[in-house]
């Protein structure tokens, strides 16, 4: 049983930043990549930042590119994103997903096999 905690959500001013974390469990972590995600009010889940199993390979979608950094301890089965530079548009419920295999090779959600259930971040204006 594969299970995906996330935290380190919050109500954060613009230009102030977060970091947040996802706690994995049920595979050997290091074997998959693995996905952030968010979803605003109305909106559907889009790509945040990725990294492949092996951490050597990452994606950032154009929007947070240069203020958000993707990381991963596998000895604490753990991933992070570092945000920087927050802006109210980055305003939306975080969510990690654990991809099919090593290598990260989509940035598209039903393609992640397993979900946590989400952290709230708002930035205010």
């Known amino acids: 049983q594969v299970q995906l905690v996330e935290s380190g959500g919050g109500l954060v001013q613009a230009g102030g930043s977060l970091r947040l974390s996802c706690a994995a469990s049920g595979r050997t972590f290091s074997n998959y990549a693995m996905g952030w995600f968010r979803q605003a009010a109305g909106l559907e889940r889009e790509f945040v930042a990725g990294i492949s199993g092996s951490g050597g390979g990452i994606l950032y979608a154009d929007s947070v590119k240069g203020r958000f950094t993707i990381s991963r301890d596998d000895a604490k089965n753990t991933v992070y994103l570092q945000m920087n530079s927050l802006k109210p548009e980055d305003t939306a419920v975080y969510y990690c997903?654990?991809?099919?295999?090593?290598?990260?090779?989509?940035?598209?959600?039903?393609?992640?096999?397993?979900w946590g259930q989400g952290t709230q971040v708002t930035v205010s204006s």
């Open positions: 997903g654990l991809y099919r295999s090593r290598y990260l090779s989509s940035t598209e959600a039903p393609k992640y096999d397993y």
